[in-house]
């Protein structure tokens, strides 16, 4: 029974993202126009309700995550110098059984280029108007889009997994860590920039 759990409990760590090993950023984090989360030194993740305007959030440049398919749920972003985006999201189907229903909105200012991964014949990506409309149902695999926007600008994601709105399930790399080891409530929609264009 103890084998068993313990066996259990490594799954279930082993299921979690994490952060590639780059070299830590150069820049320090200098945002004070915006309300970008921060790490809390109490630890505790009963703050005050997500915010009603979208949070904007820092999210460090050239940093990836990392996550298994099918095994948690995730709305992923990444962001590369020169204004290149990277937007993907997984199911934990491995664990329920079922797919995840997802509608992910991203728009901002000067959305170019935007190319897909991972996209089944059953998904739509619309581009239209510096908007991008992705709608997946994801099961075992990685759907994502790629895209170009202006370096230094900030681009938004309204995200919905069948039909829930809950901010928990945005990750990014902020101070070299998910999320930026904040434990706040984040908001979605989420406005997310790069920490060095």
């Known amino acids: 029974m103890l084998l068993r759990s313990l066996t259990l409990l490594v799954l279930i760590l082993g299921a979690a993202c994490w952060v590639e090993p780059d070299p830590a950023p150069t820049t320090p984090r200098t945002s004070p126009s915006s309300p970008s989360p921060s790490p809390s030194g109490s630890g505790s993740s009963s703050a005050a309700p997500a915010p009603s305007a979208p949070l904007v959030v820092e999210i460090d440049t050239g940093r990836t995550l990392k996550a298994e398919a099918g095994q948690g749920v995730g709305i992923f972003v990444e962001y590369a110098a020169g204004g290149k985006w990277n937007v993907w999201w997984t199911c934990d189907t491995a664990q329920t059984g079922a797919a995840c229903d997802f509608s992910v909105q991203i728009s901002g200012t000067g959305i170019l280029?935007?190319?897909?991964?991972?996209?089944?014949?059953?998904?739509?990506?619309?581009?239209?108007?510096?908007?991008i409309l992705a709608r997946s149902q994801t099961g075992s695999n990685i759907v994502g889009v790629l895209f170009d926007a202006p370096p230094g600008g900030t681009?938004?994601?309204?995200?919905?997994?069948?039909?829930?709105?809950?901010?928990?399930?945005?990750?990014?790399?902020?101070?070299?860590?998910?999320?930026?080891?904040?434990?706040?409530?984040l908001s979605n929609p989420l406005a997310f920039r790069g920490r060095t264009p």
Request: charge should be negative; hydrophobic fraction near 35%; avoid cysteine.
């Open 113 to 131: 280029s935007p190319k897909t991964s991972g996209v089944l014949a059953s998904d739509s990506v619309a581009f239209s108007g510096g908007r």
């Open 155 to 185: 681009i938004t994601i309204d995200a919905s997994i069948g039909g829930v709105r809950d901010p928990a399930y945005f990750f990014f790399v902020q101070d070299g860590q998910p999320n930026g080891g904040f434990t706040g409530a």
